[in-house]
């Protein structure tokens, strides 16, 4: 018979190991995303699914074994003014600043928030990402994320690759139209068609089970990074144009060929060279490597 395969054990003694998933979960709740090696991140995020199943259950008794397993907050919330007197209510609170006492748990956001924006989805409340390798040990590392959340990395991809496949055909005013017709699903067969077939499923399973307004998010991180991409060009040839001028104020070791790089695809930023910057000018210009070799020579400071 095989015994100890109920869960990983960490390295740890049972009752460390418990208050090491107990902190993980808690800060998870309350950050909506945390870093840490991946076995840990599976171990916290199978418990952080049965905390928040208890969340939209809102009994008393989910409710009193939600208070025993979870840690307080991890910072304290300003104070708001509040006349409801409820189970959920951690502390009395008062517009008075000498009277108020800061929230100390998580219960509220579990209860509430939470259990609000996953009423319609039956499980999978969390994400693991992974995430390289952690210097010293070489352990892997992962980041552990709720779903529909503000941190979702999956969301924020899929929503730069809808705006970059739209803004290659689109433009102007028509790249936000196209946009809100194919995440509101009002699109015919050619909106729809603009996308690459992996962003389409990608982008049915971020959209499954939101509401109007996290949409209607959605649509403007899309058409930003759109917008985004669209001007990069034109910033870029700008820069190069502006190349001759900036190099009459630049030492002649410095005056070199500046490659112009890419736009890129959605995810990438545009790479300028350090030498057309403000602080390239000024390292090139005040840097103490110019000055003792000026000094040694004799010749004395450049002038500006």
Known sequence: MKHGIKMRKLSRTS???QALLRNLVSALLHHEQIQTTLPKAKEAARLAEKIITLGKKGTEPAWRSAQAMLFPAHHYATPVASTSSSILDASVSSSDPETFTPPTTLLPKLFETLSTRYADRPG???RITKFGRRPGD???????????GRRDVVEEMCARAVGREVGLVKTGAQVQKTVERVVLGEGGVGDVGLLRGITRKSLGQVLKYRDGESKEAFVRKAVEHAYKLAVAPNALKELASQEPARAAFRPSSMNKTTSIPHAGRAGDKPVLNMQVTGLGLARGLLGRGGRRKEKKEGK?????
């Open 124 to 126: 999978g409340y969390t």
């Open 300 to 304: 004395g400071l450049l002038p500006l």
């Open 138 to 148: 070489n352990a892997p590392k992962a980041l552990v994320s709720l779903v529909d």
């Open 15 to 17: 009752s460390h190991r």
